[in-house]
């Protein structure tokens, strides 16, 4: 019996030794890895969310450049479509000048097109392409771009075919100027010698007078020069039977010159606007090119509030100045 409870007791020490064994070589070491996991898995965590909460302020931050810069890039459109719809009214504004007057030089003058420029040769436009495909369903811009493109360079265009009709112009006027200033000497200088020269010099000089009393404007003195002194001197000599005598020979040539020189201004006048029509036929396509996909950009940025109106509407409208309102929070960005 002793011999059992003994050995009952060993027993049962036996088993204790073997829970504390296990404790020692295994549990322990298992914390000593544990514990470390654990606080790198908890460390990382927050570092996860640290990383997705810079993640969302970035995307938030390049979301906001982003809208700022379909922001700017709406401002210059507002200013591009202005100055399309001047440049159209330019465009009419000569052709209606010009064929009332073919000496006009009124309403020729194309200012502005500054915001057209910075779109057309100074806009990044591979990260505006991007903003706008990332935010706007519409998929229409690269027709913007070709509107611009092509009203860009009519622009220079008209600048062009208008500089080299008005130096030829101005050089025809000059040789009118020169030519009729001394008619009236030129009538006093021939020698009279018979009844017929005689009237024929009481004419011209009644012609001369007539045509000094005239009221005109400046706008319409080489208009004069050729309706009321040019033409009646060449209808009445050629009326005269000694026109084609040494007499007047001198006077008649210089006088159907300067209608020669009106012809060609005739001639350049009708070139130069057959130019603008066709210039002002791709510029009314491209204007309404740009009306057409101009508005899901400002519907975007009106959903966005940047915007507080819609602007379109008002455009065409030369007194449209002010419309732009953009809210407090939408300073222009230089992103672009």
């Known amino acids: 019996m002793l011999r059992?409870?003994?050995?009952?007791?060993?027993?049962?020490?036996?088993?204790?030794?073997?829970?504390?064994?296990?404790?020692?070589d295994?549990?322990?070491?298992?914390?000593?890895?544990?514990?470390?996991?654990?606080?790198?898995?908890?460390?990382?965590?927050q570092e996860r969310r640290r990383a997705d909460k810079q993640r969302n302020e970035d995307n938030e931050k390049l979301d906001r450049a982003e809208n700022l810069r379909l922001l700017y890039?709406?401002?210059?459109?507002?200013?591009?479509?202005?100055?399309?719809?001047?440049?159209?009214?330019?465009?009419?504004?000569?052709?209606?000048?010009?064929?009332?007057?073919?000496?006009?030089?009124?309403?020729?003058?194309?200012?502005?097109?500054?915001d057209l420029k910075r779109i057309v040769v100074d806009l990044d436009r591979e990260r505006l392409f991007y903003a706008y495909r990332m935010r706007i369903e519409d998929q229409s811009l690269n027709v913007t771009f070709k509107a611009l493109d092509a009203v860009y360079g009519l622009r220079g265009t008209f600048g062009e075919?208008?500089?080299?009709?008005?130096?030829?112009?101005t050089s025809r006027k000059n040789g009118i100027r020169s030519s009729t200033s001394d008619f009236g000497l030129?009538?006093?200088?021939?020698?009279?010698?018979?009844?017929?020269?005689?009237?024929?010099?009481?004419?011209?000089?009644?012609?001369?007078?007539?045509?000094?009393?005239?009221?005109?404007?400046?706008?319409?003195?080489?208009?004069?020069?050729?309706?009321?002194?040019?033409?009646?001197?060449?209808?009445?000599?050629?009326?005269?039977?000694?026109?084609?005598?040494?007499?007047?020979?001198?006077?008649?040539?210089?006088?159907?010159?300067?209608?020669?020189?009106?012809?060609q201004v005739e001639s350049i006048?009708?070139?130069?606007?057959?130019?603008?029509?066709?210039?002002?036929l791709t510029v009314e396509r491209a204007v309404s090119d740009l009306f057409k996909h101009y508005l899901p950009l400002e519907d975007y940025l009106i959903e966005q509030k940047l915007l507080t109106k819609r602007l379109a509407d008002g455009l065409a409208d030369p007194n449209g100045e002010g419309s732009y309102q953009a809210t407090d929070d939408t300073e222009q960005s230089s992103l672009v």
């Open 26 to 45: 295994f549990l322990i070491p298992l914390a000593g890895v544990g514990v470390p996991l654990l606080l790198f898995y908890l460390g990382l965590r």
């Open 186 to 263: 030129r009538v006093l200088e021939v020698n009279v010698d018979n009844p017929d020269d005689s009237n024929l010099r009481d004419q011209l000089m009644q012609i001369l007078i007539g045509h000094g009393q005239k009221e005109y404007s400046e706008e319409r003195q080489y208009q004069e020069l050729i309706e009321s002194l040019a033409t009646p001197f060449a209808t009445t000599i050629e009326g005269h039977q000694k026109s084609r005598d040494s007499n007047w020979s001198s006077l008649y040539n210089k006088v159907l010159s300067v209608q020669i020189l009106d012809k």
């Open 269 to 280: 006048v009708s070139q130069y606007l057959h130019n603008v029509e066709e210039i002002s």
């Open 73 to 114: 890039f709406h401002s210059l459109l507002v200013e591009a479509l202005k100055f399309c719809c001047h440049f159209q009214d330019v465009l009419d504004s000569v052709g209606k000048s010009l064929n009332e007057n073919k000496y006009s030089s009124n309403n020729l003058a194309l200012d502005g097109g500054t």
């Open 4 to 24: 059992f409870y003994f050995q009952s007791g060993e027993f049962h020490s036996d088993q204790g030794n073997f829970w504390i064994g296990v404790f020692k």
């Open 161 to 169: 075919v208008w500089e080299r009709s008005s130096r030829e112009i």
